[in-house]
């Protein structure tokens, strides 16, 4: 089973569609123990870092997510929220990735940051049978720099992290579930990771 995160941050449609086209059960939740009882766990998320952030708090979220021992995956904002701050918003975040959120830079570029861009470097299960230089769908404004939990990298202006690894945590700067088949087979191979993994 898998629990996607509800903390009131988007619509779910995309993201529940592309699990069902692949067979998955899931849980819409913000139950802490539906969390914790999950095989994976799935932290979406669209809007500003900080509100975003805000409205994990208040849940209690924040404490639980970096606690959690199954394959977990955050998606554009949820992937901003597991790092360890974010320039948006001067969001303090919870620091699972050692990656700090930044505005796209870079001269002439359009932001937000909204169509197919390709991903490259890629290091990790995560993009079994996806090609180097895939096109996958973004949008956003800010992003996670390099470093050493990155597993995609993405060029729009400056490199920034598109996909990042740590352990059990696994996330994704752009949008799977919006990507066609190469997303959703990222997301089929996320639900098949089974072991812990450290970041490469």
């Known amino acids: 089973m898998i629990a996607i995160i509800d903390y009131n941050t988007g619509n779910l449609f995309s993201l529940t569609s592309s699990l069902e086209r692949l067979g998955a059960e ?3 939740t913000s139950s802490p123990e539906v969390i914790r009882a999950a ?10 870092a900080s509100s975003a952030m805000a409205k994990l708090v208040e849940r209690g979220l924040d404490i ?3 606690t959690l021992e199954m394959p977990v995956l955050g998606i554009c904002i949820g992937m901003q929220l597991m790092c360890k701050s974010s320039e948006e918003g001067a969001a303090k975040c919870m620091g699972i990735f050692d990656n700090e ?8 570029i359009k932001v937000p ?9 890629l290091k990790s299960e995560l993009f079994a049978g ?7 769908y973004f949008v956003h404004s800010y992003a996670p720099n390099v470093g050493s939990c990155t597993i995609a990298s993405t060029e729009h202006g400056a490199e920034f992290s598109s996909a990042l690894s740590f352990r059990n945590f696994y996330s ?16 089929r191979n996320f639900i098949n990771i089974k072991a812990k993994r450290e970041c490469i």
């Open 26 to 28: 899931y849980v819409v």
């Open 39 to 48: 095989d994976y766990v799935i932290l979406p998320g669209v809007g500003e």
């Open 64 to 66: 639980l997510i970096p």
């Open 101 to 108: 959120v930044v505005r796209l830079q870079g001269d002439a």
């Open 113 to 121: 940051h909204m169509g197919w861009n390709r991903i490259t470097k």
């Open 130 to 136: 996806i090609d180097e230089g895939e096109y996958l």
């Open 172 to 187: 994704t700067q752009f949008h799977p579930e919006k990507s066609g088949a190469a997303g959703e087979k990222i997301l």
